[in-house]
């Protein structure tokens, strides 16, 4: 059974920065690909960074140069640095992996960021 725990979300004032974690079982990171998404209030979910099993990154425009995304193999954890954050970046993060064809989600962290 693949679960996916993410971790890390808080209040963070803008231009601030957290690291969000998430956390996987029952499958490898380094094996597959897993992203992040975000639902804003109101909005649908979308799509902020994937890295592949490769290692290859990709990122939204809106968050392209402020947030990074990498893997820690050892612990079997993805990893999401937010850095300059905007009020506009306040969501809840979700991470995200399929394998064998089966789409797996965590059950997200709330970061806000507000003065």
């Known amino acids: 059974q693949v679960r996916l725990v993410e971790s890390g979300g808080g209040l963070v004032q803008p231009g601030g920065s957290l690291r969000l974690s998430c956390a996987a079982s029952g499958t490898l990171v380094s094996t597959n690909f897993v992203a992040w998404y975000r639902q804003r209030p109101e909005k649908e979910r979308e799509w902020v960074a994937t890295?592949?099993?490769?290692?290859?990154?990709a990122y939204a425009d809106s968050v392209k140069g402020r947030f990074a995304i990498s893997r820690d193999n050892a612990n079997n954890k993805v990893n999401l640095q937010l850095n300059s954050l905007r009020p506009e970046d306040t969501a809840v993060y979700y991470c995200h992996t399929e394998v064998r064809g089966a789409k797996y989600w965590g059950q997200g962290t709330q970061v806000t960021v507000s003065t």
């Open positions: 890295v592949v099993s490769g290692g290859a990154t």
